[in-house]
Nanobody, 125 residues
């Protein structure tokens, strides 16, 4: 079992920045890949970013490439999402997820095994 708890969401003006954190517990953190997804009201959950177990390989959705950065600290069992140049269309509930395939860069919801409860990010124009 893996437990994931997100934090760091909030209200920010367009152009601002936020850093989300996701603290993991349970299984050894360095043995699984991690991803961030988001879900806006009335829309399906969509992929944002993913990172392999080592942090060496990352992948981003086109909509956030160049603005968001995913990273992880295996010593702290935490994955981060640094979000810069935020836009109103980034408004959503953000979820972190764990993929037990540690080498994976998965972009679809069904590939992930565990999910956090989500944290709200609201970007005002």
């Amino acid at each position: 079992q893996v437990q994931l708890v997100e934090s760091g969401g909030g209200l920010v003006q367009a152009g601002g920045s936020l850093r989300l954190s996701c603290a993991a517990s349970g299984r050894t953190f360095s043995r699984y890949a991690m991803g961030w997804f988001r879900q806006a009201p009335g829309k399906e959950r969509e992929f944002v970013a993913a990172v392999t177990w080592s942090g060496r390989n990352t992948y981003y959705a086109d909509s956030v490439k160049g603005r968001f950065t995913i990273s992880r600290d295996n010593g702290k069992s935490t994955v981060y999402l640094q979000m810069n140049s935020l836009k109103p269309e980034d408004t959503a509930v953000y979820y972190c997820a764990a993929d037990l395939n540690m080498y994976s860069i998965a972009t679809i919801v069904e590939e992930y095994d565990y999910w956090g409860q989500g944290t709200q990010v609201t970007v005002s124009s």
